[in-house]
């Protein structure tokens, strides 16, 4: 039976028009109809074709359009940026002016022992550490030379009173001479020649003896000299105390004929100590005695040691154009933690009120972008509820490290001032969700 070729023949899909185009086998012929049932499957694929172009294209501009408001957006938006401050609140507390300066610590009173001749050193009685008492042997020198030197000073005392007696003799016997050729002049017994020559003899043994008189007390001298020398042989302690510093070893030559050498040091007091600070001079104006005084030092870095200031020196200590003062503080020292020549970190307090009004201090420092400073000024930036800037002069007092005291000004407790500009960065934490803010290495 054959198709009338007259009735309508359905569309096939893309899938069954496909067949058409492969190769039929030799064993199954298509009938003559085939190339009519072609072309409607043509028609259909090329209509899906057309309507998928057209959809691609609606896609594409939609995404040209998308992207180009997205740019004008960002364009705009980054032309004018918003600015956004951080503020403090002003309010009211405890303020403590310090100034730090680095100090050393030292005995209240130190001794430096030394030898006031040479010689070698013979015998140590002391050693580091060693607890000693005034008028106590702490070294021998050796005294070997020193008694020879006595005894060649007192030989020679002994020459000269001999010789001293030897011409008192003889003057007296000048003397007597003298007064008998006086005697016999007046009766022309004797010339006017043997009287002066008597005379001239008689003054002549009288001067030796002043002479001979001198060499005397000149040998004593040596011999007192000699007896001093052999004295300071042994050195003794000058003061009771702990000694802190030995420089010397038995056996030892000092010479002290251009400087005393030093062989000892002697601590007085180890229970008194007191700190040496060196204060610049931008802050000795806030120091005065009496005032309380904090410090720490390496070896207990977590305790805190009390003491006084008692002495601000009044010489300046000039270091590459640096000047700075000593101020003395003093420190008990009970527990002897303390050791003398300890770097000392100190604090110490010009000042502190309890409950003054106090604004941060990135207030004060905080300058308007565009706008002109007047040095001479004291002045804060306020946003006020209204969120409008407005800018307020101050007068400060004492400050701290964090805060500084408003003496004077329009400024209330609550107020808030501006210490800074926000930055891109801060801003973008802001706006992050809980947990997503980056980590502190992400830079």
């Known amino acids: 039976m054959t198709a009338d070729p007259q009735e309508p023949k359905p569309y096939v899909t893309g899938t069954e028009g ?15 109809s085939l190339p009519e049932q072609r072309l409607p499957t043509t028609i259909v694929l090329a209509s899906a074709r057309s309507g998928r172009s057209r959809l691609s294209w609606l896609i594409g501009i939609l995404l040209i359009m998308l992207l180009g408001g997205g740019g004008i957006w960002y364009w705009w938006s980054s032309g004018t940026p918003t600015i956004h401050y951080k503020t403090a609140l002003i309010d009211r507390g405890p303020i403590t002016a310090i100034v730090t300066a680095t100090g050393t610590i030292n005995p209240v009173v130190s001794v430096q022992v030394g030898s006031q001749v040479s010689g070698k050193v013979a015998q140590l009685f002391a050693d580091f550490n060693s607890k000693v008492t005034k008028g106590e042997v702490l070294a021998r020198i ?47 017994f004797v010339s006017q020649a043997d009287v002066d020559l008597a005379e001239t003899n008689y003054r002549d043994a009288a001067a030796n003896v002043e002479v001979l008189q001198a060499q005397l007390d000149q040998a004593q001298a040596a011999l007192a000299s000699a ?33 005393t050498p030093i062989l000892f040091v002697i601590a007085q007091d180890l229970n008194q100590m007191q700190v040496n600070a060196n204060v610049s001079e931008s802050d000795i104006g806030g120091v005065r005695e009496g005032t309380a005084a904090s410090f720490r030092v390496d070896a207990y870095p977590r305790q805190f040691f009390e003491g006084v200031v008692t002495q601000v020196r009044h010489a300046p200590i000039s270091i590459q154009n640096v000047v700075t003062y000593d101020v003395v503080i003093a420190v008990s020292n009970p527990e002897l933690k303390l050791k003398p020549g300890m770097t000392a970190n100190v604090t110490i307090a010009t000042a502190r ?91």
């Open 227 to 259: 007896e001093l020398d052999l004295g300071y042989t042994t050195i003794y302690s000058p003061v009771d105390g702990i000694v802190v510093s030995r420089n010397v070893d038995a056996g030892q030559t000092l010479a002290a004929a251009f400087q």
């Open 18 to 32: 496909v067949p058409a185009l492969t190769t039929a086998s030799p064993t199954h012929r298509r009938p003559e």
């Open 353 to 443: 009120k309890e409950h003054p009004l106090r604004v941060p201090n990135g207030a004060l420092r905080f300058r308007m972008p565009s706008v002109s400073v007047d040095r001479k000024a004291t002045r804060v930036w306020v946003l006020d509820r209204d969120d409008q800037l407005r800018q307020v002069d101050v007068t400060t007092g004492i400050a701290d490290s964090l805060s500084t005291e408003i003496a004077d000004g329009v400024l209330n407790e609550g107020d808030r001032v501006i210490v800074g500009i926000e930055t891109e960065e801060e801003q973008a934490k802001k706006k992050l969700p809980p947990g997503f803010e980056p980590s502190r290495g992400t830079k």
């Open 142 to 188: 050796d005294q070997a030379p020193f008694k020879a030197r006595l005894s060649h000073a007192r030989a020679a005392v002994k020459s000269a009173k001999g010789n001293l007696a030897k011409a008192n003799v003889l003057a007296t016997q000048r003397k007597r001479e003298f007064d008998r050729m006086a005697a016999l002049r007046p009766h022309a």
